[in-house]
């Protein structure tokens, strides 16, 4: 992990999600305090039972939201992507993280240390409650999650979780769209077997509604998929 400064493009993907939901006072004071920090894949910002911390925001890259099970063990759930801001869960608790957060590749992402939480809440009427609507925000993805897993078509649950990923992108649905994902990533977040998994992404691919290299899925016919996974 390493720190460095920000640049004009960094700030305009932090924008693209919640935070540019914000007010433009919440911003500014956001952007007084945020820091760079880069992370290599594989690397940890915190782990399940780590003290509370602060809060990130996605930049490059994309980190991978890991809960603990006691059936599974540790078990991939989702992937926040350029433009998602995670890490809130602790922030009014103070208990220890339940959540693990892992980069899945290379990754740049802007950091809110917890006392730069605490002066931006306080720093004008309102902003306290800026700061918490991320848990609501985030509220919603975790509802996905729940709802795609209920799902009990196999290949419409596997279209469903594709939709989810490629949809926390800004900009929507977008065909050409490449998500780093590998096919036992999927079937651990599908809750299937890889060769089901490996079965039906072929089948979508052979459809023409994506594209599959070593490591990641590009998007190809996104209404093609929403009609799947909500047939």
């Excluded at 007084?32 to 910002?45: A, E, F, I, M």
């Excluded at 977008?174 to 599908?190: F, I, K, N, P, V």
């Excluded at 016919?221 to 799947?228: G, I, M, T």
Aim: one cysteine or more.
């Amino acid at each position: 992990m390493g720190q460095h400064s920000m640049s004009k493009r960094h700030w305009e993907v932090a924008n693209l999600g919640w935070l540019g939901e914000r007010s433009s006072k919440f911003r500014q004071e956001v952007r007084n305090h945020v820091l760079v920090r880069r992370y290599s894949s594989g690397d940890y910002p915190h782990h399940v039972g780590d003290e509370a911390g602060g809060i990130y925001g996605v930049i490059e890259g994309s980190f991978g939201t890991y809960a603990a099970s006691e059936a599974a063990g540790i078990v991939l759930g989702h992937i926040f992507r350029k433009g998602a801001w995670f890490g809130q869960g602790p922030i009014t608790s103070g208990k220890p993280r339940y959540l693990s957060f892992k980069a899945m590749e290379a990754s740049v992402i802007l950091y809110l240390p917890p006392a730069a939480l605490n002066q931006i809440a306080h720093s004008f009427p309102g902003a306290e409650r800026e700061l918490m609507s991320l848990s609501e925000y985030n509220q919603l993805i975790m509802t996905r999650v729940v709802s795609d897993l209920l799902i009990r078509k196999t290949d419409c649950r596997i279209a469903a979780v594709l939709l989810r990923l490629f949809e926390i992108m800004p900009s929507g649905l977008r065909a050409g769209d490449t998500c780093r994902l590998t096919q036992a990533e999927l079937s651990e977040m599908t809750n299937t077997s890889r060769h089901t998994a490996n079965t039906v992404l072929k089948s979508f691919e052979l459809k023409g509604w994506i594209e599959v290299s070593y490591g990641s899925i590009t998007l190809m016919r996104p209404d093609e998929l929403r009609r799947c996974a909500y047939a």
